[in-house]
């Protein structure tokens, strides 16, 4: 059981790491203010993804011809998203598998969910994965997979 639950702390943990956006991936891309923006973008916790996802356009549309080329840029990055999904994919399907197998199948399916949810925030999606991470406890006895790690730690000292 410990073995599932941390399992699926690496799964919670490792879902929401990746960002629908790419933000950061741009931003290796780019050079000058809108690097420093990107930059700022992507530590952003509060600004919903969508509100985020717009000014990742824009900032992708005008870079400038002169300075690096533009379509250069798009397409560099549309290889690189293509690339990042085929990724994410893949894990999510391995991840998938084991929370069945965990038989928690459900709850990984919500967790997706929030990943790629455009409406709301980093900041909402990782209290809502908490949440989720919390309701999973309760339901399997443990407030915590450290709580319940200690406690079986202490007992089998005490023996």
Known sequence: ?????????????????????????????VRGPDRHILDAM??????????LKVKVDLILAKQSPHIQPTVFIQKAFEHIVEMKESQRLAKNKFWQA????????????KIKHL?????????K???????????MNIRHGSHSSEEGYYSRYRRSVRA
């Open 115 to 123: 990943q790629t949810d455009m409406t709301i925030n980093e900041l």
């Open 98 to 109: 084991r929370a069945d197998e965990a038989g928690v199948g459900n709850l990984y399916e």
């Open 1 to 29: 059981m410990l073995f599932h639950l941390l399992g699926l702390t690496l799964l919670i943990s490792s879902t929401l790491a990746d960002s629908p956006l790419y933000i950061d991936e741009l931003e290796d891309l």
């Open 42 to 51: 992507d530590d952003d916790d509060y600004t919903p993804r969508s509100e």
């Open 125 to 135: 999606a990782k209290s809502r994965a908490r949440q989720l991470w919390y309701e």
